[in-house]
């Protein structure tokens, strides 16, 4: 599945350091959160996201899981770290359970 991860590599888009440094601690702060669709985030929890290339310069600047590559598809911070909470989730087979508990405590409040 691709969820539209990009890829920023030392032959593509960066050109400034300063530059990815200053929107890396904006991502930080918030400063470019939107809200995030649930099935989005379930799809990249069963799926995953992909990797980085590894001449990823982003990441080289900003730090494993700060790259422009996880920032295209998570707006915030906290919607990374709850992507890699899900994900480990996923992979250790408990969150098939954990998505059946919580729709079930939905079907009840109806």
Not at 9 to 15: A, D, R, T
Not at 24 to 43: N, P, V
């Given at each position: 599945?691709?969820?539209g991860?990009?890829?920023y590599?030392?032959?593509?888009?960066?050109?400034d350091?300063e530059?990815?440094?200053d929107?890396?601690?904006?991502?930080?702060?918030?400063?470019?959160?939107?809200?995030?669709?649930?099935?989005?985030?379930?799809?990249?929890a069963?799926?995953?996201?992909?990797?980085?290339?590894?001449t990823?310069l982003?990441?080289?600047i900003?730090?494993?899981?700060n790259?422009?590559c996880v920032?295209?598809?998570?707006?915030?911070?906290?919607?990374?770290?709850?992507?890699t909470?899900?994900?480990?989730?996923?992979?250790?087979?408990?969150f098939?359970?954990?998505?059946?508990e919580?729709?079930?405590?939905?079907?009840?409040?109806k």
């Open positions: 599945m691709d969820l991860l990009k890829k590599s030392k032959n593509g888009m960066i050109k350091i530059q990815e440094r929107i890396t601690e904006r991502w930080y702060a918030g400063e470019y959160a939107q809200t995030m669709k649930l099935s989005t985030l379930i799809e990249a069963k799926f995953g996201i992909g990797e980085c290339d590894e990823c982003s990441r080289e900003s730090g494993e899981g790259c422009m920032r295209s598809i998570f707006t915030h911070p906290e919607f990374y770290m709850l992507y909470r899900l994900r480990q989730m996923y992979v250790t087979g408990r098939v359970s954990l998505v059946n919580a729709l079930g405590d939905m079907n009840a409040d």
